[in-house]
């Protein structure tokens, strides 16, 4: 097996929390065969229950199969099956889609897996609807997730479900989570601030815009705030971000609607003027290529 999907899960809802004041997660890891179980990078690892942990689960995770090629026992479909059919949330991470397709719980659902396996589960399983191109799917009781890290994205929104975007925001942080995936890979997670030291001129000009982001916020108030010259800030926000200011000012914007959508019955102009878009169509354009959905779309999902 490969330990980096099962890392994320035992990371996310393995650890206490108790600085969030919430009951959290019982996590309980198991394996079809309690032997050892030898692990990609030259080590083995034994888990302490069996299939039969399945039978008394709210959510079930599948981090991976050990051969996307390869059949999958009866005994994991039928376990997987069962739980399903008993009420369990169904979950996969990466190559986990093949476990749950193999006990037909992905039949005529949108599912996803890393894309290097996308075009073999659609061949393996016609009926599964595959989305390459997503980190990952809800479909309600049934939650995949692409590769890697993308388990991560799906884990988050797990908890953001089951505990609404502040706590999830919260355990985003404590992961050093980027602070957002755009294009194709955008999903609908509350983004986290990307911690920086208090003392850094980017920091200085980011905790401005966070403080003034109603206001109109050109780079040249920024570059002030930073004490530096227009393009020198560019190129030093650049290298430490990766984008550029005015892009991470519209996240960051888009990111302050979320929680106003979700939690208040404002008008969506209203929302829109007072995280600093100009316009509702401003403000419509950007969280729509964001979030890959329209904010009043976003609010039927995700409101109380």
């Known amino acids: ?103 037909g719980l992905l ?61 999830a925001n919260t355990v985003a942080r404590r992961l050093v989570v980027p602070p957002h995936r755009e294009g194709g890979q955008a999903q609908f997670i509350q983004a986290a601030v990307t911690p920086v030291e208090d003392d850094d001129a980017v920091a200085r000009a980011m905790a401005y ?10 780079v040249a108030d920024l570059a002030r705030v930073a004490h530096m010259a227009e393009r020198t800030f560019i190129r030093r926000f650049k290298r430490q971000t990766g984008t550029s200011p005015l892009r991470w000012v519209i996240s960051q914007r888009v ?4 929680p106003l959508l979700e939690a208040t019955a404002a008008p969506v102009e209203e929302i829109g003027a007072a995280v600093g878009f100009e316009s509702p169509v401003t403000f419509r354009h950007h969280f729509t290529r964001a979030m890959r959905t329209s904010p009043s779309a976003y609010r039927k999902a995700f409101s109380a």
């Open 1 to 103: 097996m490969a330990p980096f999907e099962l890392g994320c899960v035992v990371e996310l809802f393995g650890l206490p929390r108790p600085e969030l004041e919430i009951p959290w997660y019982d996590l309980t890891v198991c394996a079809e065969t309690l032997g050892p179980l030898r692990v990609v990078g030259g080590f083995t690892m034994a888990a302490a229950h069996g299939l039969e942990a399945l039978a008394t689960a709210d959510t079930v995770i599948v981090p991976g199969v050990a051969d996307v090629r390869g059949p999958v026992s009866t005994a994991l479909t039928g376990a997987l099956r069962a739980a399903y059919e008993r009420g369990a949330r169904m979950v996969s991470i990466c190559s986990g889609a093949f476990a749950l397709a193999a006990a």
């Open 107 to 167: 039949d005529g659902r949108p599912a996803t897996t890393h894309w290097r396996y996308a075009g073999l589960l659609q061949e393996r399983f016609p009926a599964v609807l595959v989305n390459p191109s997503v980190l990952y799917v809800d479909d309600g009781d049934v939650l995949t997730s692409a590769g890697s890290a993308a388990g991560l994205d799906l884990l988050i929104h797990l908890v953001r479900r089951d505990h609404g975007p502040g706590v």
């Open 209 to 218: 815009a966070m403080d003034h982001l109603a206001e109109p916020i050109a």
């Open 255 to 258: 990111a302050a609607s979320l």
